[in-house]
């Protein structure tokens, strides 16, 4: 069955960085766009970045580019996020998402799974 696992949340600073990872499993990962979302406390979701199947194009949200870099190894299965230049309004909770297909749209119900989350707080 497919699996979506998140890790690397945690408190960070204002201005600093972490690295988000999603371990996929139970389908073609190399067949499938991917993207990021994440839900603010109070809010609704929000989608964060995408990246097309093949890691050749990638798409970011207005409020985090220029900060976040979406990536992804399709020899590990893993989808990555790498955070930098923190804001508090950055914190949320950070969800990996798989495409239905190739592109890695806005809309969600382009998206068939989602993992279980990881909480990304940023806070002096």
């Known amino acids: 069955q497919v699996q979506l696992v998140e890790s690397g949340g945690g408190l960070a600073q204002p201005g600093g960085s972490l690295r988000l990872s999603c371990a996929a499993s139970g389908f073609t990962f190399s067949s499938y766009a991917m993207s990021w979302a994440r839900q603010a406390p109070g809010k609704g979701l929000e989608w964060v970045s995408g990246?097309?199947?093949?890691?050749?194009?990638?798409f970011y949200a207005a409020s985090v580019k220029g900060r976040f870099t979406i990536s992804r190894d399709n020899t590990k299965n893993t989808l990555y996020l790498q955070m930098n230049s923190l804001k508090p309004e950055d914190t949320g909770l950070y969800y990996c998402?798989?495409?239905?297909?190739?592109?890695?749209?806005?809309?969600?119900?382009?998206?068939?799974?989602w993992g279980q989350g990881t909480q990304v707080t940023v806070s002096s």
């Open positions: 998402a798989k495409a239905t297909g190739s592109w890695p749209g806005k809309d969600f119900s382009e998206y068939d799974y």
């Open positions: 990246i097309w199947r093949n890691d050749s194009d990638t």
